[in-house]
């Protein structure tokens, strides 16, 4: 059979049969135990009296059970005051206005989630689920999954991020890396509706971006022990920074060794690095800013292809030249080589190329980059904008309301990046349930 993820902890195993959906862990096998003694509770009288006749007798032996528990635990006894809080709420609005996912367990709508964030569609999981004997609807599964990711949005939104004692970034070396991919949202169109009543609407392409924060070793590989932190949104280049700082602070950016930002050589990026470098408090030393060297020798393509006169063997010779002059850190060579090109009736077309250079003459330290043993290239991100947009949310006759787009970013990130029992706490948090 094929692997499936657990209800309960979300790791894939195979089961024995159609009907395990709980793998043979300890933990695990302790929440089906409970789900099923739950199910038996409310459907079974005799069962139900049963039980309540022996914790009746159990409590009559052991009455100082209750106030010794809280006293020992107290972080449980405010976790419970919390949920009993929004229960009494429920009850006071006479408990009939509860959302889809309250209407489940957390093992199930982490399981719907997960295979909506995994998927290529709301229809693939919805099949994927029926074979495991799970029966939901397409619009069910949505709203599951959507209401998922805002509740545990919540949370991060708050800087209640949970981290473990491999997220420490005390003495090491952290890349910073941004970009943006394109998808069709839905947007509402002038008009009057149509016969059925519906709202019209266009499907403009808009930019999602993308942030994303690792760290790499001595060699200038990417550590295996620290899964990277992908996250993004259509909320703009502000709200990006907005969320990378919040990122930031959480890892506690300043224990870092040395700090590299990389990328290309949009201006939203870079107009918004010295001001996010400034209000995290990071020392100018520890900080480096970086074009992607693969970006920068496309440019320099760009110039030797608009010399028309060119044959294609000098084209390639003159690339190779300015690539060399680059790798060495000759980078007022090469703009020199440039501008020595503008003339002719392709000149305008050149000084843009030339300009470009020049706007980012203090990113061009590739060989003082390379020395320390840091990545030169922004592939990283490259490939996350490849696996969390283009895979999912971008294709033929796909267009999303912003809104959703924005949460199903948000799983697919959380999940791909291999940290997607951070985002299982952060949806299960009772923060996430009173903001609910």
């Known amino acids: 059979m094929k692997p499936i993820p657990c209800l309960n902890c979300q790791i894939f195993f195979t089961p024995r049969n159609c ?3 709980y793998c043979s862990d300890p933990k695990c096998q302790r929440a089906r135990k409970a789900l099923w003694q739950k199910e ?7 069962y139900r009296k049963g039980q309540r006749l022996s914790q009746e007798k159990w409590l009559q032996n052991n009455p100082d059970y209750y106030e010794n528990y809280r006293q020992n635990n107290p972080e449980k006894t405010q976790r419970n005051r919390c949920l009993q809080r929004i229960r009494n709420q429920r009850k006071r609005e006479g408990g009939s206005e509860s959302t889809t996912h309250e209407r489940c367990t957390p093992g199930l709508a982490a399981m719907v989630s997960v295979w909506s964030a995994l998927l290529s569609s709301f229809e693939e999981a919805c099949q994927v689920l029926c074979d495991h004997g799970i029966k939901l609807g397409v619009k069910v599964i949505q709203k599951l999954a959507y209401r998922y990711a805002e509740r545990a949005r919540v949370v991060q939104q708050a800087g209640l991020i949970p ?6 970034l005390q003495g090491r070396r952290v890349v910073i890396s941004t970009d943006g991919g394109r998808t069709r949202l839905r947007e509402k169109k002038r008009g009057p509706k149509t016969k ?4 019209r609407y266009k499907g403009a392409w808009r930019e999602p971006k993308l942030l994303i924060i690792y760290v790499v070793d001595a060699q200038g590989k990417q550590e295996k022990s620290f899964n990277p932190f992908i996250d993004g949104g259509f909320n703009g280049p502000d709200g990006l920074f907005d969320l990378l700082e919040g990122y930031l602070e959480s890892l506690s950016i300043q224990k870092a060794d040395k700090v590299l930002f990389v990328a290309y050589g ?3 990026i870079w107009n918004r690095v010295p001001g996010l470098v400034k209000s995290l408090g990071l020392e100018p030393e520890m900080v480096y800013e970086l074009l992607d060297f693969y970006h920068a020798v496309e440019h320099l393509g760009k110039v030797a292809g608009l010399r028309k006169s060119w044959s294609a063997k000098e084209r390639k010779s003159w690339i190779a030249k300015q690539r060399g002059l680059l790798l060495k850190g000759e980078s007022a060579m090469v703009v020199q080589a440039v501008q020595v090109l503008c003339r002719g009736r392709n000149s305008k077309a050149i000084k843009t190329e030339r300009d470009y250079f020049v706007r980012n003459e203090k990113r061009l330290e590739f060989s003082t980059v390379k020395a320390l043993d840091l990545p030169i290239g922004s592939g990283a991100i490259e490939n996350s904008i490849r696996r969390m947009v283009n895979l999912r949310l971008k294709g033929p006759c796909i267009f999303w309301c912003r809104e959703n787009a924005d949460k199903m970013l948000m799983l697919r990130s959380y999940y791909k990046s291999g940290r997607w029992n951070y985002l299982k706490k952060m949806a299960n948090s009772p923060i996430s349930l009173l903001a609910a």
């Open 19 to 21: 009907k395990q959906n």
């Open 40 to 46: 038996k509770m409310a459907a079974d009288s005799e």
């Open 163 to 168: 981290l473990n004692e491999t997220d420490n």
């Open 196 to 199: 059925k009543g519906r709202n």
């Open 266 to 268: 949009a201006h939203w």
